[in-house]
Every structure is written in C-alpha cells, then in structure tokens.
C-alpha cells in the first residue's frame, strides 16, 4: 500500500525576497563585463611585452629586435613593418617561434616556458578583427 504524498504543495512563492536583486546584479556585472571586453579600441596600436625581468610598450610601427630574459634564457622579439613576433627563443618546442606575427588588436603570443608574453594593444590594422589567419 502507498503512503499518501504529505507536505505543503508547489504552489506559492518560489523565488525568495532576495533572488531577484541578487539576478539583477549578475546580469549587469555581465553585462558591464561584455560592454568591456567587446568596446572598439582607441588610440594608435602598440605592441606590450612582458617577461620576468619587466614589461615594454613599444609603437606597432616602431622597427626594433628586444631581447627579454626569462628563466631559461634570452626570447627575442621583433617588431618590423607593422607587425610583431618571437623571433627566437630558449624554448625546447618553439611553439612560439611557429606562430608567426601578429599585427592587429587583441592578438598575441607567448613563449609559456620562458615567461615571455607579447600583444597587440590599440588600435592595430583598423581592422577590428582577431589576427588568426594572417601568418
């Protein structure tokens, strides 16, 4: 024989006093966080290297070869023609080394082992598209 269901029913309030403003604030930190990420860039592009030792901010167009100590030695990265890339690094895959220039915003580039990080900031080609398939 079955025991009959006991208990209060469903019906009455299902969202407690403080659901509702505690939902209104996670979708407006959403929001804010999309608003943030997803914003057009200003100002003219620039290239932001960061290693162990510091971090540098050079133009796009600048033409220089910078050399960053890193745990396992020496990562140079080279900035010509508009465009920026590992040139060369202690790393044991080159992982880095392969994936070519970057040159627009939001693009970058890392060489994990060595502690090397590059990116383009700014504006970069005007494109305001990711720089993936341009190698």
């Known amino acids: 024989m079955k025991r009959p269901l006991t208990g209060r029913p ?43 030792g510091g971090s540098w901010i050079f133009p796009l167009d600048a033409e220089e070869q910078v050399a960053v100590a890193g745990p396992l030695g020496t990562t140079v990265v080279e900035i010509s023609g508009g465009r920026a890339r590992v040139l060369s690094s202690p790393c044991e895959n080159q992982t880095c080394v392969a994936a070519g220039h970057i040159r627009s915003h939001g693009a970058w580039n890392a060489c994990l082992p060595n502690g090397v990080f590059l990116m383009i900031e700014g504006a970069g080609s005007g494109k305001g598209e990711p720089d993936v398939f341009t190698w």
């Open 10 to 52: 469903l019906t009455g309030r299902l969202l407690k006093v403080l659901d509702i403003p505690v939902m209104a604030l996670a979708l407006g930190l959403t929001a804010l966080a999309a608003l943030g990420a997803y914003r057009p860039s200003t100002g003219e592009a620039r290239v932001t290297i960061r290693g162990t």
